[in-house]
């Protein structure tokens, strides 16, 4: 059974930082690409920024220049630093991954539970 388990959310006022973490644990082989994606009511979930295993990012337009992916395979865990944050930044940010596991051996696509980033004007 694998898990990715999101922590660093928070309430952060306009212009500060915050660092999320995504960790995977259970029955892994190996994790290929890893990614955030954010969702705010009544809107699509949509995607913030996806790294590769070899470390290449992707950032999407809205966080571009804001906010840095990356990603420690030795502690299957993933980051997203972002920094000069906006009102508009404020939703829920879901971890993704895609994963290997030993038992069954299978390629899935994982979500973790999502923490929940507010940003006051």
């Known amino acids: 059974q694998v898990q990715l388990v999101e922590s660093g959310g928070g309430l952060v006022q306009a212009g500060g930082s915050l660092r999320l973490s995504c960790t995977a644990s259970?029955?892994?082989?190996?994790?290929?690409?890893m990614a955030w994606y954010r969702q705010e009511p009544g809107r699509q979930r949509e995607l913030v920024a996806g790294i590769l295993r070899t470390g290449r990012p992707v950032y999407a337009d809205s966080v571009k220049g804001r906010s840095t992916i990356s990603r420690d395979n030795a502690k299957r865990t993933m980051y997203l630093q972002m920094n000069s944050l906006k009102p508009e930044d404020t939703a829920v940010y879901y971890c993704n991954a895609d994963i290997h596991t030993t038992v069954p051996n299978k390629d899935t696509n994982y979500w973790g539970q999502g923490t929940q980033v507010t940003v006051s004007s």
């Open positions: 259970g029955n892994i082989l190996s994790i290929d690409t």
